[in-house]
């Protein structure tokens, strides 16, 4: 104790008083003069305790040495702040809310409902879910795409306790024991990015974690994943974005990427730590760029219970969409086939597409080797050199199937790398997809040339994200195509007025129809891994969900306010498909065997009796 804080007290009769009647009075002055003194503070929690204690909580500048000693590695993001730092960084975000408030994007107040929604969701869960599906049409655009880039892209100025956790380039060979700083015993399920492509805003290092929580607050929501078993995850290997690399208040690690087998290696690590752990979880590969997407799943899907969003929930969304636009033309399903695909964007999500499309063509037409090579005659895909042909030079080999034969497409009147409205105004396309990340990249030209289209009800799927990288908008597609078109967009849009009392109807195309239900079901099934056919059944249920009459008015996919219900009928369908695969193993009391007995009907009700409700439980204390 210094003798200076000692004379003090020395001083005041009636505080020594007070500290002889209040012993835990004494014990708290002699635990500040100890700091005062630089002496250790002994604390009686860990690991995520700390953090959630603002007592003893230094947030993201708790040394390296400290994380290690309270079990707190991973637990925060790499970047070890200083105290100024960490003030610094409060301050530049609070500065930025008032800038965005004064002139930022289309909704003002998104980021500042986001804070409140979060700070919510820190202090109590079941208010917040309860918040959360209750209001879903209002509040997915803010914990999910569009205001969830906006989070993702502050993050750094955003964060204030953590969720979910990092593993970095740096924890290599820490992870297995690492992973068991994480409270809870049971995971059911992780959303994972590396932060490499954010929607469509590129690479954000380790702010990407933002989209993870998104996602499983959707998981929550909307599949009724109980919150206490769902991990967000980030995995820091450094980020290529250069401001990020040069601004100090960046949370996470600066270096540029690890690539090739270091980068294998550390997800490696990563997949091994999970399932260690929580040998049941599921494990949702998120916004991944293309380069290490399409290999990681490749790698991990037959071995591990996991899939990846943007290859496969996007396909099976478009494939729902894809059937759909062709009854809202009035014609069977089995026409799909004859359709012509213009896709703008080869990469993750749009090759995902392709593929699915492409196999859904060819089972259409038999399921041979010939109707698989004929379905390829439906595409056209154009990425940021243009159309791609087969005299493209290093052709990505993801791609390489739909790059189109050059004589074929010189007769059409085309060329390698012919630009998106020259192709649209030689195919004159049934469908015209965007996938690319590029704003406004069906440009008035590209629409005008769409008007040509040989379809009764062109459809335009502008489903990039978020709003502002959507291809177009409806108005804009209304106004230049026309009343009668389908369309669809990856962020919500209002519907347009198209005066005299018609509304030109704007659906979102999201993997959001999918991905809570792919998850739930996978979980519900005890399937081992995540096959083609059960991604397949989900799709088909969603193309199913819709009525022809609403169809017939250009509603293909649900509004979001039945999420919780898709989700349903999408689970179970996922599930059936398991059964029938002989994949299923069984969830908790459910084995194979009862899950095989089950009825279609009772597989809906054991899918509606294990998802979670955001009800307060009874709480009885229990001491240690
Ligand atoms: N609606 C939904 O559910 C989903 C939407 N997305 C969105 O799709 C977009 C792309 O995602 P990824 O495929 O993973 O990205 P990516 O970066 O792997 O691929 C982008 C592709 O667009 C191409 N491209 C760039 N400029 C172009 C141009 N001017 N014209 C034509 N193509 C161009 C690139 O060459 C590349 O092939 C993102 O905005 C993402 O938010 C992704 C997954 C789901
Ligand atoms: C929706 C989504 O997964 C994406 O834009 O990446
Ligand atoms: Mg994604």
């Known amino acids: 104790m210094s003798s200076k804080l000692y004379g003090q007290m020395r001083a005041s009769s009636s505080l020594l008083k007070r500290l002889k009647q209040n012993p835990w009075l004494f014990q708290w002055s002699r635990s500040f003069t100890t700091m005062e003194g630089h002496r250790p503070t002994m604390v009686h929690k860990r690991s995520l305790d700390i953090l959630h204690d603002p007592w003893f909580n230094k947030g993201t500048a708790f040394t390296m040495t400290e ?16 105290t100024e730092q960490q003030i610094e960084r409060f301050m530049a975000d609070l500065k930025r809310l008032e800038v965005q408030a004064r002139d930022g994007p289309s909704d003002p107040y998104a980021l500042a409902k986001w804070r409140i929604l979060n700070r919510l969701h820190d202090r109590n869960e079941t208010m917040y879910y309860n918040v959360l599906i209750a209001n879903i049409e209002e509040y997915a655009p803010i914990v999910y795409t569009p205001t969830v880039g906006l989070v993702c892209q502050n993050y750094s100025g955003l964060f204030r306790r953590p969720r979910g956790m990092y593993f970095s380039a740096e924890d290599r060979g820490e992870m297995m024991s ?6 809870a015993d049971q995971v059911d399920m992780i959303v994972v990015t590396d ?13 990407g974690i933002g989209i993870a929580i998104g996602k499983l607050d959707l998981y929550v929501a909307a599949a009724g994943i109980n919150p206490q078993r769902v991990l967000p995850v980030m995995i820091d ?8 690399l040069k601004d100090p208040l960046y949370l996470g690690l600066q270096r540029h990427r690890l690539d090739g087998d270091e980068y294998i290696a550390v997800v490696d690590e990563f997949m091994e730590a999970v399932f260690t752990r929580w040998p049941h979880v599921i494990v949702q590969f998120e916004d991944f760029q293309s380069k290490w997407a399409f290999k990681l799943l490749q790698r991990y899907r037959t071995t591990y219970r996991m899939f990846n969003d943007d290859v496969q929930g996007t396909a099976g969304v478009a494939i729902a969409g894809l059937l759909g636009a062709v009854r809202a033309q009035g014609r069977p399903m089995i026409d799909f086939p004859k359709q012509k695909i213009v896709v703008a964007g080869a990469g993750s999500a749009g090759i995902g597409v392709l593929n699915a499309a492409r196999k859904t063509m ?13 379905a390829l005659r439906q595409f ?24 189109r034969k050059i004589k074929e497409i010189h007769r059409q009147g085309l060329r390698e790398g012919a630009s998106l409205v020259e192709v649209v105004k030689q195919v004159k396309p049934d469908v015209l997809l965007g996938l690319s990340a590029v704003g406004g990249l069906f440009s008035k030209e590209v629409l005008e040339a769409l008007k040509d289209s040989t379809s009764t009800r062109p459809a335009i799927f502008a489903m990039s994200n978020p709003t502002k990288n959507a291809e177009c908008s409806p108005e804009e597609a209304f106004s230049v195509v026309g009343d009668n078109i389908v369309f669809a967009s990856g962020s919500p849009f209002k519907d347009v007025d198209l005066g005299n ?24 099934s005890g399937s081992r891994i995540i096959s083609d056919g059960m991604l397949q059944a989900a799709a088909e249920c969603l193309a199913a969900y819709m009525s022809e009459e609403e169809v017939l008015k250009g509603v293909i996919y649900p509004s979001i306010s039945s999420i919780r219900d898709i989700t349903k009928e999408v689970a179970a369908a996922v599930i059936k498909e398991s059964i029938e ?44």
């Not at 690492?178 to 409270?183: E, L």
């Not at 994949?583 to 998802?611: F, P, T």
């Open 178 to 183: 690492m992973v068991y700083n994480w409270p």
């Open 581 to 624: 695969e002989d994949l299923a193993e069984g969830y908790r009391e459910m084995d194979a065997r009862e899950l095989r007995k089950l009825s279609q009907e009772e597989i809906g009700e054991y899918v509606k009796n294990n998802m979670w409700s955001p009800d307060y439980p009874t709480l009885v204390y229990k001491q240690d």
């Open 195 to 207: 932060g490499s492509r954010i929607l469509g805003l590129g690479d954000l290092g380790v702010q």
């Open 362 to 374: 060819a089972r259409m037409l038999g399921n041979n080797e010939s109707a698989f090579e004929s």
């Open 380 to 403: 056209w895909v154009v990425d940021a050199n243009g159309l791609i042909t087969d005299e493209r030079e290093n052709i990505d080999p993801d791609a390489l199937p739909f790059a």
């Open 67 to 82: 994380r290690d000693r309270l079990d707190l590695r991973g637990l925060l993001p790499p970047n070890v702040m200083s």
């Open 501 to 524: 009392g018609h509304v030109g109807h704007c659906n979102q195309g999201n993997n959001m129809y999918l991905f809570p239900g792919i998850g739930l079901g996978t979980l519900l």
């Open 237 to 244: 290997v450094g980020t290529n974005n250069e401001k990020l």
